[in-house]
Nanobody, 115 residues
């Protein structure tokens, strides 16, 4: 019912910036949470940034002050602006949406921070 498509992942040097996009389609009414998660090899998939329908945000301590989650309702798109990227940010980034008792995931987009 809900489809998520991430884009924007790339290879970037330390200190650089990227903006990830999550395009939302399908039956979007009732989505109450959007989030960005990431998963590095050998690690769990962890929440990076979350955004509620009411506009509240939360961030992992490791990215606070560097990453910003935002939305454009007219475009049905959620963004993750990533600044001052570090090698530790290297991971597959996934868009997540929650609606009712269901959760939806995008296919993921690779972010690699390396010189």
């Amino acid at each position: 019912q809900v489809q998520l498509v991430e884009s924007g992942g790339d290879l970037v040097q330390p200190g650089g910036s990227l903006r990830l996009s999550c395009a939302i389609s399908g039956s979007i009414f009732g989505i109450y949470f959007m989030g960005w998660y990431r998963q590095a090899p050998g690690k769990e998939r962890d929440l990076v940034a979350g955004l509620t329908a009411g506009g509240n945000t939360n961030y992992a301590d490791s990215v606070k002050g560097r990453f910003t989650i935002s939305r454009d309702n007219a475009k049905n798109t959620v963004y993750l602006q990533m600044n001052s990227l570090e090698p530790e940010d290297t991971a597959v980034y996934y868009c997540n949406a929650r609606k009712m008792a269901l959760t939806y995931w995008g296919q993921g987009t690779q972010v690699t921070v390396s010189s």
